[in-house]
């Protein structure tokens, strides 16, 4: 079992990786290392923030390391949150607040409807020793609901329904979320480039 490092002390995220990815890899993250510090995320876009951070964390490890930058764009917001999505209504704000602050926001940009497309996007960046080998990205296109729906999933999960659904990816079962999701389709790429790697 290969052993692959994600820069990230978000438990969540890491449960997901290690779903997707499955036996082949033993999925850890930055939780039980402390000495590797934060890194600013001055990136201007997702695929900026998730090289900083790969090639932050893989300064101080041996072994190979993963970093995302996930965003949620809504049209209606001209792509907002975008890059801040995790800290849309602040640098501590819970998933609640960012999801009570975006619906305000669409609210205020276009009234009363029922739905409002958007799109989850996911860059992820892949470094050794500092120096970035590759980049890929996912984008999973769906709509905005007025009201969150479901308790699975985190962030604007329970506010999101992909296209060609019905539930919200928080109402979904993992094993469909992970089948469809904009991390999922990135990480697909990821996998298929670790094989390349290996089988050389």
Same mark, same amino acid.
Do not use: W
């Given at each position: 079992?290969?052993?692959?490092?994600?820069? #990230?002390?978000?438990?969540? /995220? #890491?449960?997901?990786?290690?779903?997707?990815?499955?036996?082949?890899?033993?999925?850890?993250?930055?939780?039980?290392?402390?000495?590797?510090?934060?890194?600013? %995320? #001055?990136?201007?876009?997702?695929?900026?923030?998730?090289?900083?951070?790969?090639?932050?964390?893989?300064?101080?490890?041996?072994?190979?390391?993963?970093?995302?930058?996930?965003?949620?764009?809504?049209?209606?917001?001209?792509?907002?949150?975008?890059?801040?999505?995790?800290?849309?209504?602040?640098?501590?704000?819970?998933? /609640?607040?960012?999801?009570? /602050?975006?619906?305000?926001?669409?609210?205020?940009?276009?009234?009363?409807? #029922?739905?409002?497309?958007?799109?989850?996007?996911?860059?992820?960046?892949?470094?050794? /020793?500092?120096?970035?080998?590759?980049?890929?990205?996912?984008?999973?296109?769906?709509?905005?609901?007025?009201?969150?729906?479901?308790?699975?999933?985190?962030?604007?999960?329970?506010?999101?329904?992909?296209?060609?659904? %019905?539930?919200?990816?928080?109402?979904?079962?993992?094993?469909?979320?992970?089948?469809?999701?904009?991390?999922?389709?990135?990480?697909?790429?990821?996998?298929?480039?670790?094989?390349?790697?290996?089988?050389?």
């Amino acid at each position: 079992m290969h052993c692959l490092l994600i820069a #990230t002390r978000n438990s969540h /995220k #890491t449960r997901e990786f290690a779903q997707i990815l499955g036996d082949r890899y033993a999925v850890c993250d930055l939780i039980g290392l402390p000495e590797i510090p934060e890194v600013e %995320e #001055t990136g201007k876009t997702l695929e900026e923030n998730a090289i900083i951070k790969a090639r932050n964390a893989s300064e101080y490890l041996p072994s190979l390391v993963v970093a995302d930058d996930s965003g949620l764009e809504v049209d209606a917001l001209h792509g907002a949150p975008g890059i801040f999505s995790a800290r849309y209504a602040g640098p501590q704000a819970s998933d /609640k607040e960012n999801t009570g /602050k975006l619906l305000n926001e669409i609210a205020l940009a276009e009234g009363d409807s #029922t739905r409002y497309p958007a799109r989850f996007r996911c860059v992820l960046a892949i470094a050794e /020793k500092s120096h970035l080998l590759q980049t890929f990205e996912g984008v999973a296109e769906g709509t905005i609901v007025c009201s969150p729906r479901g308790t699975a999933g985190f962030g604007y999960d329970p506010i999101f329904v992909p296209e060609g659904f %019905e539930q919200t990816f928080a109402e979904m079962p993992a094993e469909v979320k992970n089948r469809i999701s904009h991390r999922v389709r990135a990480i697909a790429q990821l996998a298929e480039y670790l094989a390349k790697r290996e089988a050389r």
